[in-house]
C-alpha cells in the first residue's frame, strides 16, 4: 500500500505561481508512474503531468510551458511547479501513483491516490 500526501495548495492572483508536493511513503515499485490531476468543479477529473521512474514527463496541452513535473528519489516527493497561473487552473489537485508501465495520462491508470490540495487563482 502506498500512501500520497499533497501539500502547497493555495490562493493567488492570475499570473502568479505556486509549487505542489506529494510525499510517497516507501515502496518497492522499480518501474511506476507518478502523476498530478486535477478536477474543477462540474468537471471530470483530468490528467495534468506525469513523470516515470526513468525520468519521461507528459503534459496536457493547456499546462505545456507553464508547469514543470519533478521527482526526488531520495525524498520520495513528486513536485509540480506552476507558473502563469490562470483562473482556468483553479481546481483540486490530486497526485497518483501507477505501478509497472505504460505511463498514459488517464486515471484510470493509476491505483494510488492522494487527498487533493486546493488551488484557486483569481483574476
Known amino acids: 500500500q502506498v500512501q500520497l500526501v499533497e501539500s502547497g495548495g493555495g490562493s493567488v492572483q492570475a499570473g502568479g505561481s505556486l509549487r505542489l508536493s506529494c510525499a510517497a511513503s516507501k515502496h518497492t515499485y522499480s518501474r511506476y508512474c507518478m502523476g498530478w490531476f486535477r478536477r474543477a468543479p462540474g468537471n471530470e477529473r483530468e490528467g495534468v503531468a506525469l513523470i516515470g521512474s526513468d525520468d519521461i514527463t507528459r503534459y496536457v496541452d493547456s499546462v505545456k510551458g507553464r508547469f514543470t513535473v519533478s521527482k526526488d528519489n531520495a525524498k520520495n516527493t513528486l513536485y509540480l511547479q506552476m507558473n502563469s497561473l490562470t483562473p482556468e487552473d483553479t481546481a483540486m489537485y490530486y497526485c497518483?501513483?501507477?505501478?509497472?508501465?505504460?505511463?498514459?495520462?488517464?486515471?484510470?491508470?493509476?491505483?494510488?491516490w492522494g487527498q487533493g490540495t486546493q488551488v484557486t487563482v483569481s483574476s
Open positions: 497518483a501513483l501507477a505501478p509497472g508501465w505504460p505511463c498514459l495520462l488517464h486515471p484510470s491508470r493509476f491505483g494510488y
